[in-house]
T-cell receptor
Framework: EAQVTQNPRYLITVTGKKLTVTCSQNMNHEYMSWYRQDPGLGLRQIYYSMNVEVTDKGDVPEGYKVSRKEKRNFPLILESPSPNQTSLYFC???????????????FGPGTRLTVL | AQSVTQLDSHVSVSEGTPVLLRCNYSSSYSPSLFWYVQHPNKGLQLLLKYTSAATLVKGINGFEAEFKKSETSFHLTKPSAHMSDAAEYFCVVSANAGNNRKLIWGLGTSLGVNP
């Protein structure tokens, strides 16, 4: 089954304790992206990756890191989490946006993060 | 610059009556437009998409939307609401930003369905 998976689905942590949220897709997509969803603000893009070893900042990258060492994986790293990073996080993947075959982004199930 | 405005933050209908969720967009280019649904404590599910083909787009669960360029609108409709349609609905425009294909999200419309 074609899908985007995220782990963990739920996480409660404390300020300053480094954490990683994993994202994996099995559709051989070049493009991957992280979003956060906050009430009243909709979904905002954190980072995106056009392909392996190519990443760039989205609209709200502060406090986050990403890496893209393999095509299928795109982990989101919070080196020193703070309470304002409490949010619902979504990973997404798609064909290359510059491809004629580009159609839509596929979303993971979400990770609900609480930073105390 | 691209933007999306969902005109109602909350819509309430009775079961069996029509649903109309309104969305206006702004785009410098021919846009791709999407509607996503999010049920409570669930992920995002694509309802339908417009990608410059037919202007009337049919999606899952009986939903459809019509792309009207002259009105810059992409309203979501369903002839008869079901209790299971109660959820948050997002209108999204896909915008090119260099090599990035950004999704510009509306703030969502919460649909309530009364028995």
């Amino acid at each position: 089954e074609a899908q985007v998976t995220q782990n963990p689905r739920y996480l409660i942590t404390v300020t300053g304790k480094k954490l990683t949220v994993t994202c994996s897709q099995n559709m051989n997509h070049e493009y991957m992206s992280w979003y956060r969803q906050d009430p009243g603000l909709g979904l905002r893009q954190i980072y995106y990756s056009m392909n392996v070893e190519v990443t760039d900042k989205g609209d709200v990258p502060e406090g986050y890191k990403v890496s893209r060492k393999e095509k299928r994986n795109f982990p989101l790293i919070l080196e020193s989490p703070s309470p304002n990073q409490t949010s619902l996080y979504f990973c997404a993947s798609s064909l290359s946006p510059t491809s004629r075959a580009y159609n839509e982004q596929f979303f993971g199930p979400g990770t609900r993060l609480t930073v105390l | 610059a691209q933007s999306v405005t969902q005109l109602d933050s909350h819509v309430s209908v009775s079961e069996g009556t029509p649903v109309l969720l309104r969305c206006n967009y702004s785009s410098s280019y021919s846009p791709s437009l999407f509607w996503y649904v999010q049920h409570p404590n669930k992920g995002l599910q694509l309802l339908l998409k417009y990608t410059s083909a037919a202007t009337l787009v049919k999606g899952i669960n009986g939903f459809e939307a019509e792309f009207k360029k002259s009105e810059t609108s992409f309203h979501l409709t369903k002839p008869s609401a079901h209790m299971s349609d109660a959820a948050e609905y997002f209108c999204v425009v896909s915008a090119n930003a260099g090599n990035n294909r950004k999704l510009i999200w509306g703030l969502g419309t919460s649909l309530g369905v009364n028995p």
